[in-house]
């Protein structure tokens, strides 16, 4: 099956730096990888995701990047603030699966 | 449009008894997906259900666990004579279709505590 693995376990930048997480998996059948932001005792939420066929994409102050080749993918958060302070998630999919394969999470503060 | 809703929020159980959590998709979702979150760890998956049938039980135990989503209802995941180390959150997803191809949303959790 799938692993998934995410580096680093926990992240602290200061206020209006970048911040990047990355993550490896195993299965080359995967081809779908979103990235789920939870803050403390909330539910898990999408903040960007990426296709196999895509080697990039943003969306304002974030981005993730994808090499297929290596099976690594990167968060990019840009020009961070204290409201990105929150546990970071990266998954896996097989577009056939059914399941989503997550890291077990970064721990990212931006201290203002 | 309502999201993903689970209850109850919080559980609190003896050793022993039985737990019951439901979950309700998002409007127009057919496929439910339960996951669970152990304390500072990632989510990890358990069932992924359609309609009255289950699609993917690989993640869950084979004993104490089980899950269904009716015709009519919530999805239910059903932990018996629980224990210390089932305590942990349980959160519920939905989607309109398969895991890569769409969006799962997720419910807010159901966090279980075995005494």
């Known amino acids: 099956g799938e692993n998934v693995e995410q580096h680093p376990s926990t992240l602290s930048v200061q206020e209006g730096d970048s911040a990047v997480i990355k993550c490896t998996y195993s299965d080359s059948a995967s081809n779908y990888f979103p990235w789920y932001k939870q803050e403390l005792g909330k539910r898990p939420q999408l903040i960007i995701d990426?296709?196999?066929?895509?080697g990039e994409k943003k969306d304002q102050r974030i981005a993730v990047t994808l090499n297929k080749t290596a099976k690594h993918f990167s968060l990019h958060i840009t020009e961070t603030q204290p409201e990105d302070s929150a546990v970071y998630f990266c998954a896996a999919a097989e577009t056939s699966g059914s399941r989503l394969t997550f890291g077990e999470g970064t721990q990212l503060t931006v201290n203002p | 449009n309502a999201g993903v809703m689970q209850n109850p929020r919080h559980l609190v159980r003896r050793r022993g008894q039985e737990a019951r959590l439901r979950c309700s998709p998002m409007?127009?979702?057919?496929?439910v997906y339960w996951y669970r979150q152990l304390p500072e760890e990632g989510l990890k998956f358990m069932v992924y259900?359609?309609?009255?049938?289950?699609?993917?039980e690989s993640g869950m135990p084979k004993e104490r666990f089980s899950a269904e989503f009716p015709k009519e209802g919530p999805s239910i995941l059903r932990i018996q004579q629980v224990v210390r180390g089932d305590s942990a959150a349980y959160f519920c997803a939905s989607s309109h279709g398969r895991a890569g191809y769409n969006e799962q949303f997720f419910g807010p959790g159901t966090r279980l505590t075995v005494l």
């Open positions: 259900l359609q309609k009255e049938n289950i699609i993917d």
């Open positions: 990426i296709r196999s066929n895509v």
């Open positions: 409007k127009g979702h057919s496929h």
